[in-house]
């Protein structure tokens, strides 16, 4: 387990930013095709690092919030905390990651789990929003205390979600696929019949990207200007077989 201990600082809104990552691909600049590997208690530093060069809709959110770790906190380190055995990272030739993808197989015991586990360790460095915080932290703030925003109605064939980042330096060459497909699999042996994410209807980009590695959008209501796409795992696929 990663040392997420009080005496230490941990590695490190609008309804786009909570969908963000969902994944934002930019286009590629780095036609290299990377290796993944299973997550590595010494890779959080790297993993909040690329959660917040890519938090701001896949730009490089240093400076937009007053805690720069928050992002991270609420998007990458509860799930290699929670389930680092879904994490998995796209290492470069320093074998430092340069992208990741982490989730889980099923969300309902994620939120459990968040709730329980995950936000009596910061509760204190994160209170719940008020007034006078600026609106982009209120909604990050409001987030990270309502874990049950990510429980869908309708999703009960899709349990398992995930959030995949990549540095724009280094996507493209089939990377974000390579990333998808090991957590597909990852899903399926953990006992998932599909994962889904979420993507905010103006990511134009992330949408064409999740469809191309077969995710469908699914007919359920969601909160905010979202789409919500779903794939089957080879379990959910023998199933409805």
Not at 141 to 169: K, Q, Y
Request: hydrophobic content about 40%; some cysteine; overall charge negative.
């Amino acid at each position: 387990m990663p040392n997420f201990n009080e005496a230490a600082e941990l590695g490190p809104g609008n309804w786009q930013g909570l969908a963000r990552h969902a994944g934002v691909m930019a286009k590629a600049t780095h036609e290299g095709r990377l290796p993944v590997r299973p997550y590595r208690d010494s890779d959080l530093e790297a993993i909040y690092d690329i959660c917040v060069r890519t938090g701001d809709n896949g730009g490089d959110a240093t400076g937009k919030f007053e805690n720069p770790r928050l992002l991270a906190d609420i998007f990458a380190a509860p799930y290699v905390y929670l389930e680092p055995s879904l994490a998995f990272v796209l290492p470069d030739a320093a074998d430092r990651p340069v992208g990741y993808v982490l989730g889980t197989a099923n969300t309902a015991g994620f939120v459990r789990a968040y709730r329980e586990k995950w936000l009596p360790r910061l509760v204190s460095r994160y209170p719940a929003p008020t007034p006078d915080v600026p609106v982009r932290d209120g909604w990050m703030l409001e987030a990270f205390h309502r874990p049950e925003r990510m429980l869908l109605t309708g999703a009960d064939d899709f349990p398992a979600h995930l959030h995949i980042d990549i540095l724009p330096s280094h996507q493209g060459g089939g990377n974000g696929r390579r990333l998808i497909e090991t957590f597909i699999d990852a899903a399926a042996i953990a006992g998932a019949s599909g994962v889904h994410v979420t993507v905010a209807v103006a990511n134009t980009r992330a949408h064409g990207f999740y469809r191309r590695v077969g995710f469908e959008p699914l007919p359920i209501a969601s909160e905010g200007p979202v789409v919500n796409y779903g794939r089957l795992t080879e379990v959910g696929e023998k199933g409805a077989m």
